[in-house]
């Protein structure tokens, strides 16, 4: 997806801007890796996860499930939400190809 949006970008302003689009979805990858590790951490003081026990208890096993489910099921919705307003398809992006491969022709010859 996000090489289909760079390639509709590249037609509508004649500039890839692949390095850019890379660089900034590894800066929000790591920095969303990082708030969710201390968002873990705090969750597991709230629900009381002993990690020196091998056997939790059950209140502690119940929270966990229930956070699990019920946040798979919200992010599912949200992606859902999300991905229903990508328009882009097999055959716009064919037609976005073969515009920006006869684009760079063009240029070539001139």
Do not use: C
């Amino acid at each position: 997806m996000v090489a289909d949006t760079l390639d509709l970008e590249e037609l509508e302003t004649g500039i890839s801007p692949a390095g850019i689009y890379y660089g900034a979805l590894t800066l929000f990858y790591k920095l969303s890796q990082a708030i969710a590790i201390f968002i873990l951490g705090m969750v597991l003081d709230w629900v009381n996860f002993n990690p020196e026990v091998v056997v939790q208890e059950e209140s502690t096993v119940i929270t966990l499930g229930l956070i699990l489910s019920v946040g798979s099921l919200i992010s599912f919705l949200l992606a859902l939400l999300v991905y229903s307003k990508y328009s882009l398809n097999k055959g716009k992006i064919e037609k976005v190809h073969a515009q920006i491969l006869l684009n760079k022709s063009l240029r070539s010859t001139t």
